[in-house]
Antibody, heavy 115, light 113 residues
C-alpha cells in the first residue's frame, strides 16, 4: 500500500526557515515525480512545487520561487521542501503527493509563521 | 495562470439524489498530446484530499462508480449519480495541462439537506 508521511512542520518566526520531509513507502519512489501542495486553514488547495523522478527537474509556483527548494533522496525514499524567508502567508498545512498529478496524498504537516 | 472556476460553491443534496459540479477553465485544457489533464479531488471533513478522477473521466482505483467525470475544452462536470452520506465534503477540480503552476478551483462544498 502506498503511504506518504510528512514531518518537519512547526511554528517559525517571519524570515525563518523550516525543512519539511515526506517519507514514502509502497512504491518505487525513484520512478515517480513528487509534489507539494498547501492549504491555509479554511481555504482551498494551492500547488507549491514538484520534482521529477528521474532527472530532478524542479518546478515552483511564483510566490515561493527563490525561497523554497524541493529535493529528494531516492536512497531514503524521502522528499524534502526547504523553506527559507518564511512569511505569514506561508502558514498552511503542507501535503506531499505522489506524481505530478497528485494521485496519493499524505496527511499533511502544519506550518505556522508568526512572531 | 489558468483560472479554474467552479459552480456552485455550495451544494445541498438530498440523500439518494444526483449531484453535479461544474468546472470551467480560462483556456482550453487539451494538451498537444491529445490528452486533457483535468482532475477532480474529494476532501472529506478533517481528511486529506483524495483524487477521484483523472484526465476528465478516469476513475481512480476504489472510487465508486456513482462518480463520473465528463467534459472537454474549457467545460467539465463531476456527477454523483446518487449521493450517499460519505460523499459529504469539498470537491476541487484541478488543471495540469498548462503548468507550472497547477491550478485548482475554489472548491464546492457538498452537504446533505
Amino acid at each position: 500500500e502506498v503511504h506518504l508521511l510528512e514531518s518537519g512542520g512547526g511554528l517559525v518566526q517571519p524570515g525563518g526557515s523550516l525543512r519539511l520531509s515526506c517519507a514514502a513507502s509502497g512504491f518505487t519512489f525513484s520512478s515517480h515525480a513528487m509534489s507539494w501542495v498547501r492549504q491555509a486553514a479554511g481555504k482551498g488547495l494551492e500547488w507549491v512545487s514538484a520534482i521529477s523522478g528521474s532527472d530532478d527537474r524542479t518546478y515552483y509556483t511564483d510566490s515561493v520561487k527563490g525561497r523554497f527548494t524541493i529535493s529528494r533522496d531516492n536512497s531514503k525514499n524521502t522528499l524534502y521542501l526547504q523553506m527559507n524567508s518564511l512569511r505569514a502567508d506561508d502558514t498552511a498545512l503542507y501535503y506531499c503527493a505522489k506524481d505530478f498529478w497528485l494521485s496519493i496524498w499524505g496527511q499533511g504537516t502544519p506550518v505556522t509563521v508568526s512572531s | 495562470d489558468v483560472v479554474m472556476t467552479q459552480s456552485p460553491l455550495s451544494l445541498p443534496v438530498t440523500l439518494g439524489q444526483p449531484a453535479s459540479i461544474s468546472c470551467r477553465s480560462s483556456r482550453s485544457l487539451e494538451y498537444s498530446d491529445g490528452n486533457t489533464y483535468l482532475n477532480w479531488f474529494q476532501q472529506r471533513p478533517g481528511q486529506s484530499p483524495r483524487r477521484l478522477i483523472y484526465k476528465v473521466s478516469n476513475r481512480d482505483s476504489g472510487v465508486p462508480d456513482r462518480f463520473s467525470g465528463s467534459g472537454s475544452g474549457t467545460d467539465f462536470t463531476l456527477k454523483i449519480s446518487r449521493v450517499e452520506a460519505e460523499d459529504v465534503g469539498i470537491y476541487y477540480c484541478m488543471q495540469a495541462t498548462h503548468w507550472p503552476p497547477y491550478t485548482f478551483g475554489q472548491g464546492t462544498k457538498l452537504e446533505i439537506k
